[in-house]
C-alpha cells in the first residue's frame, strides 16, 4: 500500500532563512505527488504538484524517484509562509496524505 | 457557492450517540472524498465517490461509519454509536476530474465526550 512519511512534525526558522520540508513515499507503481497547505484559519488548498514542476509562492520540489523522495524547498522563507503542509500520493484514485509539518517562521 | 460547504463546523456528541455530517461540493464536481483528521495526525481517506458509481468505502473503519451522496450533489457522513476515538476533525473535498486537485471544505470537528 502507498504510504507517505512526513518525519517532521514541526519545523522552525528564521524568515530569511532557507526551509525544507521533507517527505518520503513509498509506493511500487509511478505515484503523482503532491504539496498540500493549509494557512491558519483557512481551508486545505493545493501548493504545488510534481508533474508540473512549477514553483509557487517561491517553493519548489522534485521528485527524487531513486530516494522516494518529494522534499519542498523555499531558498527564504518568509512571515507569511507558516502553515501546516502535507505531502500527498495519488495514483488510482488512492489518494494518501502525509502526517503534516507545521512550519512556523520567526521574525 | 464558491467552495465546498460543511455543516455543523463542530458537534460534542456523547458516546454511544449518532452524528451525521453534511458535506455540499462545488456544483459540477463529480468526485467527492470524505477523511478524518485526528488530532497529530494526517488526513486519512473514508469513502470516495464518483459519479453514479459504486462508492469507494476502502477507507471506513469500521461499520458504524457510512456515507451517502445523492447524485452528485450532498453527502451526508453517518457514525452510529460514537466512541470517544471518533474525536476528529472530519473533511470533505470535491473535484471534477476524478483526481488530486480536490477542493476541501473547512471541516466538522467532531468531539465525543
Known amino acids: 500500500a502507498q504510504r507517505v512519511t512526513q518525519p517532521e512534525k514541526l519545523l522552525s526558522v528564521f524568515k530569511g532563512a532557507p526551509v525544507e520540508l521533507k517527505c518520503n513515499y513509498s509506493y511500487s507503481g509511478s505515484p503523482e505527488l503532491f504539496w498540500y497547505v493549509q494557512y491558519s484559519r483557512q481551508r486545505l488548498q493545493l501548493l504545488l504538484r510534481h508533474i508540473s514542476r512549477e514553483s509557487i509562492k517561491g517553493f519548489t520540489a522534485d521528485l527524487n524517484k531513486g530516494e522516494t523522495s518529494f522534499h519542498l524547498k523555499k531558498p527564504f522563507a518568509q512571515e507569511e509562509d507558516s502553515a501546516m503542509y502535507y505531502c500527498a500520493s495519488f495514483d488510482n484514485n488512492d489518494m494518501r496524505f502525509g502526517a503534516g509539518t507545521r512550519l512556523t517562521v520567526k521574525p | 457557492g464558491a467552495g465546498v460547504s460543511q455543516s455543523p463546523s463542530n458537534k460534542v456528541t456523547e458516546k454511544g450517540k449518532d452524528v451525521e455530517l453534511r458535506c455540499d461540493p462545488i456544483s459540477g464536481h463529480t468526485a467527492l472524498y470524505w477523511y478524518r483528521q485526528r488530532l497529530g495526525q494526517g488526513l486519512e481517506f473514508l469513502i470516495y465517490?464518483?459519479?453514479?458509481?459504486?462508492?469507494?468505502k476502502s477507507g471506513l473503519p469500521s461499520d458504524r461509519f457510512s456515507a451517502e451522496r445523492t447524485g452528485e450533489s450532498v453527502s451526508t457522513l453517518t457514525i452510529q454509536r460514537t466512541q470517544q476515538e471518533d474525536s476528529a476533525v472530519y473533511l470533505c473535498?470535491?473535484?471534477?476530474?476524478?483526481?488530486?486537485?480536490?477542493?476541501f471544505g473547512p471541516g466538522t470537528r467532531l468531539t465525543v465526550l
Open positions: 465517490f464518483q459519479g453514479n458509481s459504486a462508492p469507494d
Open positions: 473535498a470535491s473535484s471534477f476530474p476524478p483526481g488530486p486537485q480536490q477542493f
